[in-house]
């Protein structure tokens, strides 16, 4: 069991990443998004934005470049962590990589009560982080959407935010 929560807050600790790759022009990122806007080649010519969309931000080469420096803090822990575009949702999606977290002793519901109190503290976050998406990329409603699998994918926590 000790194992199993020390594994639920490295899950916490990795919601860090969400606010560290996601907001490109905030004060703590400025250089990363300066060069993540001068790399972008797929921007659309009637936009001012930096990015046509989400998925062309999270592909940037920059980003990605990013996205494995700080992951690489992780290797070894058991998590792993992908960023995707899906439309207007910046997806964040976390995976046991060396062990089931569910079982008799931890149970889904557990782990769903577990998510939705850690996660609750950074909601004013993830609304954040939607705002600051439209001022770099084209478009309107984005949102953050955060899921966790186990090990052998069944889902065990999900989440759409969207800014006020």
Avoid: H
């Amino acid at each position: 069991m000790k194992k199993k929560l020390a594994k639920l807050l490295i899950c916490v600790s990795m919601i860090g990443l969400v606010f560290s790759l996601g907001a490109c022009g905030s004060d703590d990122d400025k250089d990363t998004g300066k060069k993540l806007a001068t790399q972008q080649t797929t921007k659309k010519q009637s936009s001012s934005k930096q990015y046509a969309s989400i998925k062309d931000y999270v592909n940037d080469p920059t980003f990605q470049a990013e996205i494995k420096k700080q992951m690489a803090q992780y290797e070894g822990q058991g998590m792993s962590m992908e960023i995707t575009g899906e439309g207007d949702k910046l997806v964040y999606t976390y995976k046991y990589t060396d062990e089931k977290l569910i079982d008799d002793d931890f149970t889904l519901d557990d782990a769903k009560e577990y998510f939705d109190g850690a996660m609750k503290n950074n909601e004013s976050q993830f609304k954040s982080l939607c705002s600051q998406l439209t001022k770099y990329i084209d478009v309107e409603d984005p949102s953050v959407v955060i899921r966790y699998y186990d090990y052998d994918d069944t889902l065990i926590w999900e989440k759409e935010f969207k800014a006020d």
